[in-house]
């Protein structure tokens, strides 16, 4: 594993920096990004691989759960010389754009070679980007990032920008505050094939009726947000009634939650569409002896729930709920409403993973004669590289690995 370096010793020094060329520039701003704007942790499902040079490789380090990284993070020191390292290049990197537009300088009189002048601009906007983020959110505990999925033909294409705050205190409950990998995995897979999730089939239905969509845990609303810019941008849904209700438990989950959604949906947008997605308090453990809000009042076509399940009392909890929320079969159902899980496979919560198949059952195991029953009905394993492609061979190619379950009702006799 490599051995990692602060900002002082890592970056060009700053009365040096015009003399580095563009790759040791971009070099060093990689670098910061990795520090300060880290992608999430085993949110890239294995694909196709692409080749990486050993130069791009030794670029980057993604290791978060390092500690000597989180060291290098939240120390103020190293965080107020990367603000100064960034605000001098820029500086300089203006003063070349400057030049190089004056017709008085010929080229050779800058003392900085061609091809740093060709990326002056990318390198500003790089710079400028990560001045914000050491200076701004991120020097508070913050991180912001952008998320884009695209569906597999190239069609379809969501964004959104989502804020992570800091735990609460180092309390466990608020976990959510930050994006985890298995929402980037389940916002993805949703985009990628809707029709996968119900969502497709749905617009064959009646016109009457509204697609009624539920998320638990929803934590940063990656998910939520994903689901309702994707119906957005589906024609068949444009005079279709849709209602989306990201919950959550946790007091400063839930604030974040209603953030980011209102930073990701106009109110405009929210009067005049028939499009809607809600915010709500919901506390599983006493979902079944507390009356329920309107927005929980109805039946939902589909639930999502993603790394959800980390106490053993979870997966029952979730089960009692899904009974009061999961629409039941009818002959008017037009795709059959499910809740789709997908949770990673932590050694240290193997206990908690396992819970998930001890208490919903597989469709096989459910008796022929009794009643209609929430049950397992199908069940897929997904395989992420940890920290991204970048750091194959430096130690830290080990994997994550997810389950995705399909949940729904089931009865022999129907």
Known sequence: MSVLCPPTTYLPPIAKIASFSVTQLLDALTYLQSLYHPEVRGSRRKRVQVPVSNEEKNSHLRHEDDSELQAIRSDAFERSYSIRWLTTLIAQLEVW??????????????????????????????????????????????????????????????????????????????????????????????????????????????????????????????????????????????????????????????????????????????????????????????????????????????????????????????????KGLVRRPSDSTVSPAAFHLVIPLRPTHAFESNTVESVFLKACDVDPNGDADLVILSKEYITCDAYGDYTRGQGLDEDVEYVYYKIGWFNARL
């Open 97 to 322: 754009q400057d030049l190089s537009h004056s017709e008085e300088v010929l080229l050779d009189d800058l003392g900085t070679p061609e091809p740093t002048l060709a990326y002056t601009e990318i390198l500003v906007q790089q710079a400028a980007s990560l001045l914000a983020i050491c200076a701004g959110v991120a020097a508070a505990g913050m991180i912001t990032r952008n998320f884009v999925f695209g569906s597999i033909d190239g069609q379809r294409r969501v964004e959104a920008q989502l804020t992570d705050i800091p735990l609460d205190n180092d309390d466990y409950g608020s976990v959510g505050a930050q994006t985890w990998g298995g929402a980037c995995v389940l916002a993805e897979m949703i985009v990628e094939d809707p029709e996968r999730f119900g969502l497709g089939s749905f617009s064959h239905g009646p016109e009457s009726r509204r697609l009624n969509v539920l998320e638990l845990g929803a934590g940063t609303g990656l998910v939520s947000l994903a689901v309702m810019k994707l119906l957005d941008s589906l024609p068949f849904f444009n005079h279709r009634e849709v209602h989306v209700v990201a919950t959550d438990f946790h007091p400063s989950v839930l604030a974040n939650l209603r953030s980011n959604v209102d930073a990701n949906v106009s109110t405009h947008n929210q009067i005049t569409s028939t499009h809607s997605i809600t915010t709500h308090f919901l506390d599983w453990s006493s979902f079944s002896t507390t009356p329920r809000p309107d927005c929980l009042s109805y039946p939902f076509d589909v639930v999502l729930g993603a790394d959800i399940i980390y106490e053993a009392q979870h997966a029952v909890w979730i089960r009692d709920c899904l």
